[in-house]
């Protein structure tokens, strides 16, 4: 059974940093990437940062400089380290693995959310 754990949201002053983290239990899969998107209220779920299981990561232009994608692959985890967080960046943010199994099959899954709240 493949479960996604994050954590590390929380409310933050402008500027200032949060760091969130996934961890994956995949049983019998492979990772193919893993990644953070992020929903504001009234808004489309958007990418926010992947990273693929060779190290090539992606970003959202609006996080672009200010936000950083890594992995731990022997832990199957991801983090993002949001730094210069503007209230802009207020959404429910949510992690997503691209799993392989028998042969190249793609099953995507998704965590359960976590708040990131920017606010004076």
């Known amino acids: 059974q493949v479960q996604l754990v994050e954590s590390g949201g929380g409310l933050v002053r402008p500027g200032g940093s949060l760091r969130l983290s996934c961890t994956a239990s995949?049983?019998?899969?492979?990772?193919?990437?893993m990644g953070w998107y992020r929903q504001a209220p009234g808004k489309d779920r958007e990418l926010v940062a992947r990273?693929?299981?060779?190290?090539?990561?992606t970003y959202a232009d609006s996080v672009k400089g200010r936000f950083t994608i890594s992995r731990d692959n022997a832990k199957n985890t991801v983090y993002l380290q949001m730094n210069s967080l503007k209230p802009e960046d207020t959404a429910v943010y949510y992690c997503?693995?691209?799993?392989?199994?028998?042969?190249?099959?793609?099953?995507?899954?998704w965590g359960q959310g976590t708040q990131v709240t920017v606010s004076s």
């Open positions: 997503n693995a691209d799993l392989r199994r028998y042969g190249n099959t793609q099953y995507i899954y």
């Open positions: 995949i049983g019998g899969f492979s990772i193919n990437s």
């Open positions: 990273i693929t299981s060779g190290g090539t990561t």
